[in-house]
Nanobody
Framework: QVQLAESGGGLVQPGGSLRLSCVASGSIFSRNIMAWYRQAPGKQREWVARINWLFSANYSESVKGRFTISRDNAKNTVYLQMNSLKPEDTAVYYC?????????WGQGTQVTVSS
């Protein structure tokens, strides 16, 4: 079993920055894929970014150039640095892990971008 715990969400003005963290615990293997998803009110959950154990990262077009995903394997932690935030980035952000072909989700952290 794997547990994921997100933190770092909050209220920020348009153009501001936030950094989300996700700490993984449990049966974490070195070869895993970590990702961030988000879900805005009334919308489906959407993929934001992913990073694999080789530190190869991919981004959705909506966040490319503004968000950066990174990981610290020694701390079993993945980060999402969000810059130039827009009101449309408002959502609950979820950490996701694929470990040994199984999917795990965190509880989510709210990000609100508003003036």
């Amino acid at each position: 079993q794997v547990q994921l715990a997100e933190s770092g969400g909050g209220l920020v003005q348009p153009g501001g920055s936030l950094r989300l963290s996700c700490v993984a615990s449990g049966s974490i293997f070195s070869r895993n894929i970590m990702a961030w998803y988000r879900q805005a009110p009334g919308k489906q959950r959407e993929w934001v970014a992913r990073i694999n154990w080789l530190f190869s990262a991919n981004y959705s077009e909506s966040v490319k150039g503004r968000f950066t995903i990174s990981r610290d394997n020694a701390k079993n932690t993945v980060y999402l640095q969000m810059n130039s935030l827009k009101p449309e980035d408002t959502a609950v952000y979820y950490c996701h892990a694929i470990v040994d072909y199984r999917n795990y989700w965190g509880q989510g952290t709210q990000v609100t971008v508003s003036s």
